[in-house]
Structure formats: structure tokens, C-alpha cells
């Protein structure tokens, strides 16, 4: 009889000890609502803790928490990668507080109130980057209709594979210099066609999906003005133009350029560019500890004049090997959601003949003619060799007019 207690409470202890048997190998692991980077974030939980899988949606996995809480997280909580900042919670509190009251650093705080002063900048983007345009319902119903009639989605990303080139990190400094670019960028005011903007948030939220950090969330901004540019901030999210969609002709064009600015996130692009132009930025500690030994004035001054560096070079245009990298890569994007790949090198084509042209090297943007010919000339053998003509990859350019006029 006591062999039997024992056995049983035996069992008891290890069934106990099992309930929580995945660990959680990341910090900032957001936990949502449903599976989705779109949808609202429920809880927080950090490495170290253990959840019990209750249900696969690959690659989405439906969790309780050791404290109760449950919700779905993404496959990549657990596989080890630098995250020092998660962007979907920081996103939520943004739209509560704002960004300057979020952050703790002098020189990150310091850097919002300065920018809240300039009259170069849209206050409200600059304070709060991060708008969620997707609607679950809507989205759904989107694709749905996306690939009625075609191959499914599956299929779709099973024959295209992309790797991982590292791990993505967000800090408080790329999320003072995105925001700034935001807020520079919509300076002209977001368009007030509601409908547009919806719209090319779920291609991109469709794309993005595809990537291997499809647990980011995705924000696209359309800018009320008919210059042409689109933009990726290093924390995922874009800004386009009216002007720049007026120039694509078909949803496979939309897909490759938001791809195109997608791989610039997913490649760490902006972030290698702050790493090599911060030698001394941020301070450690929190704002309530900081004092003069710590140059909280000169650190300040540090942050504004990267980010106003920066959005220059975010303007004027990156390395070209960033915009070749960034190319291939976001019609990789693109494919794997279901659209011709062969919209990138279109648009750029076009591109080159709708933007003016300029001989200052200083003006050596990655949209302008200039830029544009080796870019095209890569891509063009980069295409005949990767993507042989398919029927199934299409352009869905009757749905695209129905939005841009």
C-alpha cells in the first residue's frame, strides 16, 4: 500500500513538473489574442519560462502560462535570437502613452522633446509610429479572395524557401530614429482615403507573413503628397507616397516594393547602419539615475544629430549592395505570397523614367535614374535565372485599380 502512495504521488509530481515542460528561449515574447502579429497583445513573458503548447497553428503556437494566461506565440520564442525590445508591446503602450513617456534613457527622452519642437515633423507619427490599419475580419475575407482559385497559400511558400540571416533586435535608439523618419516623412499630412490605406496594409501584412519574421508587425503609412519615395524604418514601419503608388501599376508591383522595403527591416539594414554611427550614444541607466557624470546633454545632442544623419541617408539612399540585397529579397517576398516576381524590375523601369534625374552626388537616392540602371541590369539576369514564367504568380492588377485611381 505505501509502494502504491508513492508511485502515485510520484506520478502526481511528474505530471505536475510537465505541464510547463516548453521553455521560452527569448525576452519580450509577446503573447496574443489569436495567431496573428496583428492582433492585440495579452501578456508579455521573458526567457527562462516554461509554457504548456495547447494547440499548433503552424507556425503559431496556442500557450498557457505558468501564471494561467492564455494566448498564441510565435515558433521563434523558441529558438535563441537578440531581442532587446519587443516592438508589438511597445507598440500597444505607444498608443496609450507615447513613445517619449516609454522610454527611460535621457538621450532617447531628451530626443522626442527636442523633436516635438520641430516644425519639420508630424507630431502625432513622430509620438506615436505604429498604427495596426488590419482588420482581422477584413483580412481574412482578403485572403481569402487573394487566392481563390489558385494554388493555396501553402503551396505557395513551400515553393519558395527563405533562410534567416541573423536575429532581429529593436532598441530604444532605432526606435528613436524610426519615429523621427516617421514623423519627417509625414510631414505633408497620411492620406484621408481610409480604404487606400487599409488596403496596402494587408498586402503588406500578406507579405510580411511570408518572411521569416513573420511575427513582426507590419504598419504601412500612405503620405499625402505626390513626391515619389517609400521608406522602411528600421522597426517595420513604412512610409510610401501617394505619388509612388500612382506609379505602380499592379499589386505584384505593390507586393515587390513592400517586400523590397521589408527585406531592408528583415536584413538589419537601418540597424547596421545606426551600429557603425553610435559610439557613445545611450547611456545605461534608467532616467530617474542619471546624473551630470553621465553627459546626458551631450549624449542628446548625439542621438538628434545621428537620426538627422540617418533620415538623410534614409532619403538620399543606402549602400547600393543594401538596395541589390533588398531587391532580390523582396521578390523572394513576394513569390512566396503568390505574385509575379518579375514586378520589381517593371516598376524600377518605370521608375527611372517618371523621377527626375540629378548629377549631385549628394542626391544619389535609390529612387533616382542614376541608381537605377546597374540595379536593373542585376535583376534583370538575377530573374531569367531564379524565376522561370508561371501562370499561377500573378499580378492582380484589376483589384489594384480599384484602390488607386
Known amino acids: 500500500m505505501k509502494r502504491t502512495v508513492t508511485f502515485a504521488a510520484l506520478a502526481l509530481i511528474l505530471s505536475a513538473s510537465s505541464v510547463y515542460a516548453e521553455k521560452?528561449?527569448?525576452?519580450?515574447?509577446?503573447?496574443?489574442?489569436?495567431?496573428?502579429?496583428?492582433y492585440p497583445v495579452v501578456t508579455i513573458i521573458n526567457k527562462g519560462e516554461n509554457v504548456k503548447i495547447l494547440e499548433s497553428k503552424d507556425p503559431w503556437k496556442k500557450v498557457k502560462t505558468s501564471k494561467g494566461t492564455v494566448g498564441w506565440i510565435?515558433?521563434?520564442?523558441?529558438?535563441?535570437?537578440?531581442?532587446?525590445?519587443?516592438?508589438?508591446?511597445?507598440?500597444?503602450?505607444?498608443?496609450?502613452?507615447?513613445?517619449s513617456k516609454i522610454m527611460v534613457t535621457a538621450a532617447v527622452k531628451g530626443f522626442y522633446e527636442n523633436a516635438m519642437n520641430d516644425s519639420n515633423v508630424n507630431r502625432n507619427l513622430i509620438d506615436n509610429p505604429f498604427v495596426s490599419y488590419v482588420r482581422p475580419e477584413e483580412y481574412t475575407l482578403f485572403v481569402e479572395e487573394t487566392y481563390k482559385n489558385r494554388w493555396s497559400r501553402s503551396r505557395f511558400l513551400m515553393k519558395t524557401s527563405v533562410r534567416m540571416k541573423g536575429s532581429f533586435k529593436i532598441d530604444e535608439d532605432l526606435i528613436a530614429l524610426s519615429s523621427y523618419i516617421c514623423g519627417r516623412l509625414a510631414a505633408p499630412g497620411l492620406t484621408t482615403n481610409e480604404a487606400l490605406t487599409v488596403y496596402v496594409n494587408q498586402v503588406a501584412q500578406l507579405v510580411m507573413e511570408g518572411t521569416e519574421f513573420y511575427d513582426l508587425p507590419v504598419c504601412v503609412h500612405v503620405v499625402k503628397t505626390d513626391e515619389i519615395f517609400a521608406n522602411a524604418t528600421p522597426i517595420g514601419v513604412i512610409m510610401i507616397?501617394?505619388?509612388?503608388?500612382?506609379?505602380?501599376?499592379?499589386?505584384?508591383?505593390?507586393?515587390?516594393?513592400?517586400?523590397?522595403?521589408?527585406?531592408?527591416?528583415?536584413?538589419?539594414?537601418?540597424?547596421?547602419?545606426?551600429?557603425?554611427r553610435q559610439p557613445k550614444i545611450r547611456a545605461e541607466d534608467a532616467f530617474d539615475e542619471m546624473g551630470e557624470e553621465l553627459g546626458v546633454d551631450e549624449d542628446e545632442k548625439e542621438l538628434d544629430d545621428l537620426c538627422n544623419e540617418l533620415y538623410e541617408k534614409a532619403i538620399k539612399g543606402r549602400k547600393a549592395e543594401y538596395e541589390y540585397e533588398a531587391d532580390q529579397r523582396g521578390m523572394l517576398y513576394a513569390r512566396r505570397a503568390g505574385y509575379d516576381p518579375r514586378g520589381m524590375t517593371a516598376l524600377l523601369q518605370r521608375l527611372k523614367t517618371r523621377i527626375p534625374g540629378s548629377r549631385n552626388p549628394a542626391e544619389a537616392s535609390h529612387w533616382l535614374p542614376n541608381a537605377l540602371d546597374k540595379r536593373i541590369n542585376k535583376l534583370t539576369v538575377y530573374t531569367s535565372e531564379s524565376f522561370a514564367p508561371d501562370s499561377h504568380y500573378v499580378d492582380l492588377q484589376v483589384r489594384y485599380r480599384l484602390y488607386i485611381k
Open 241 to 276: 507616397s501617394e505619388g509612388m503608388l500612382k506609379t505602380v501599376k499592379n499589386e505584384s508591383e505593390l507586393a515587390c516594393l513592400l517586400g523590397h522595403e521589408i527585406a531592408h527591416v528583415t536584413l538589419h539594414h537601418g540597424a547596421k547602419e545606426m551600429t557603425i
Open 24 to 38: 521560452i528561449l527569448n525576452n519580450n515574447v509577446s503573447v496574443r489574442a489569436n495567431p496573428g502579429a496583428f
Open 74 to 99: 510565435s515558433a521563434n520564442a523558441f529558438n535563441s535570437v537578440s531581442s532587446s525590445v519587443d516592438y508589438g508591446a511597445m507598440a500597444k503602450a505607444g498608443t496609450q502613452k507615447g513613445m
